[in-house]
């Protein structure tokens, strides 16, 4: 079956650049969505066709994508951007969707 | 606003049955794919499986990991969707979640598979 692969945790300090990224053979035919999940809480999505950006999201949330990678940057990182980061694409029939096996972001 | 609000969740022994509903408002609830996403705990979201609109047939995918098992229909006189879960496993216990358009979630319904 299809699958999205994403590293498992990202550190990065207040300010700096935090880059997630998603493989996935389909990617290069097909739009990748990203969602924040904080604990206890619904996802969010904040990244969707690759890369744009819903109503409400900062701007220092940004999507791109590459060939079989599509790439989630957070610009500034903030303490509150600290959560669970999932990637969502469908495989090369569009029929199934699946998730990315999720980045946990750490940001102190 | 749209609004989506599960329902039907609970305790079910293994080899049992359930049946959640999604009660959607707020939008063209007729035109509109609905999907089905798990979460067990401390795990990673999994798709479920979706229906698309009558205009598209009213057509289904699954997951494999449930297909065969789960049945996802909708009326769309009752704005409503649902998940036929049959032949419950312990591993499918977690909160679901409908979801629409993407970007619009509802809150979750618990469903635990346990003797």
């Known amino acids: 079956s299809y699958e999205l692969t994403q590293p498992p945790s990202v550190s990065v300090s207040p300010g700096q650049t935090a880059r997630i990224t998603c493989s996935g053979d389909?990617?290069?035919?097909?739009?990748a969505y990203w969602y924040q999940q904080k604990s206890g809480q619904a996802p969010v999505l904040v990244i969707y066709?690759?890369?744009k950006r819903p109503s409400g999201i900062p701007e220092r949330f940004s999507g791109s994508s590459s060939g079989t990678m599509a790439t989630l940057t957070i610009s500034g990182a903030q303490v509150e951007d600290e959560a669970d980061y999932y990637c969502?694409?469908?495989?090369?029939?569009?029929?199934?969707?699946?998730f990315g096996t999720g980045t946990k972001v750490t940001v102190l | 606003e749209v609004q989506l609000v599960e329902s039907g969740g609970g305790l079910v022994q293994p080899g049992g049955s359930l049946k959640l509903s999604c009660a959607a408002s707020?939008?063209?609830?007729?035109?509109?794919?609905m999907h089905w996403v798990r979460q067990a705990s401390g795990k990673g979201l999994e798709w479920v499986g979706r229906?698309?609109?009558?205009?598209?047939?009213?057509?289904?995918a699954y997951a494999a990991s449930v297909k065969g098992r789960f049945t996802i229909s909708r009326d769309d006189s009752k704005n409503t969707a649902y998940l036929q879960m049959n032949s419950l496993k312990t591993e499918d216990t977690a909160v679901y979640y409908c979801l629409v358009y993407f970007d619009y979630w509802g809150q979750g319904t618990l469903v635990t598979v346990s003797s």
């Open positions: 707020g939008f063209t609830f007729s035109g509109s794919a």
């Open positions: 389909a990617l290069p035919k097909k739009y």
């Open positions: 066709e690759d890369s």
């Open positions: 969502y694409s469908t495989d090369s029939s569009g029929n199934r969707y699946v």
């Open positions: 229906i698309r609109s009558k205009a598209n047939s009213y057509a289904t």
